[in-house]
């Protein structure tokens, strides 16, 4: 009964290949967002949204597409992999509107690499 | 611009304390403090948040200044299992759906 559950663990792809990752919450939230983490640790936002509405999308090239198709599932497909795309990508969820009570739920990670 | 300072890394021996500060000068009034953490190869973890008050909850305590310019959170009895990266955060309350940004962090190793 995981809150935040994302697929697969583990990716190792080449480049130039189309993968896609699964996220499903079964918190009964309105929010969900893409967070991804590079080799330097740095953990950035890459999109949110709400009620299946994208919100937020930060700076990411359009070769990366979220799909949310009920708000408690957003996916996140990449098209034409690269070597800079490996990093570590997060799903997390939180309520909508986000109050005092800033609490997001994370997966637990999904580990691309690209080589 | 950084909005919270916090030390890169910390040791604390298991049992004992831990202490980690962090420093948000620039901090306005509706803004909260917010307390993560990642242990190694999982996703960032919610501790704690706090306005103006002292908070306290099963995990951890966080203490923020009179002048709200800084903060340390508290693990009273720190465990192996504690060391990873903590995440200090400064966000207003109601702030939509633009999530946390996260800074560096303190890494807490706890020595046994």
């Known amino acids: 009964d995981t809150a935040v559950s994302q697929t697969p663990k583990y990716l190792v792809t080449q480049m130039g290949n189309d993968k896609s990752i699964k996220c499903e919450q079964n918190?009964?939230?309105?929010?969900m967002y893409w967070y991804k983490q590079d080799s330097k640790k740095f953990l950035k936002i890459m999109f949110s949204?709400?009620?299946?509405?994208?919100?937020i999308n930060e700076t990411v090239p359009n070769r990366f597409s979220p799909k949310s198709p009920d708000k408690a599932h957003l996916n996140l497909h990449i098209n034409s992999l690269e070597l800079g795309d490996s990093a570590v990508y997060f799903c997390?969820?939180?309520?909508?509107?986000?109050?005092?009570?800033?609490?997001?739920?994370f997966g637990s990670g999904t580990q691309l690499s690209v080589l | 611009d950084a909005k919270t300072t916090q030390p890169p890394s910390m040791d604390c021996a298991e049992g004992r304390a831990a202490n980690l500060p962090c420093n948000h000068s620039?901090?306005?009034?509706?803004?909260?403090v917010y307390w993560y953490r990642q242990i190694h190869s999982q996703g960032p973890q919610y501790i704690i948040h706090?306005?103006?008050n002292n908070e306290t909850n099963e995990m951890a305590s966080l203490i923020i200044t009179e002048d709200r310019k800084s903060s340390t959170l508290i693990l009273p009895h720190a465990t192996l299992r504690d060391t990873a990266v903590y995440y200090c955060?400064?966000?207003?309350?109601?702030?939509?759906?633009?999530?946390?940004?996260f800074g560096k962090g303190t890494h807490l190793i706890i020595q046994p």
């Open positions: 997390a969820s939180s309520r909508w509107p986000q109050a005092t009570n800033e609490k997001l739920f």
């Open positions: 918190l009964g939230h309105d929010t």
């Open positions: 949204y709400n009620n299946k509405e994208l919100i």
């Open positions: 620039t901090i306005s009034g509706n803004e909260y």
């Open positions: 706090g306005l103006k």
């Open positions: 955060i400064v966000r207003p309350s109601g702030g939509g759906a633009d999530g946390l940004t």
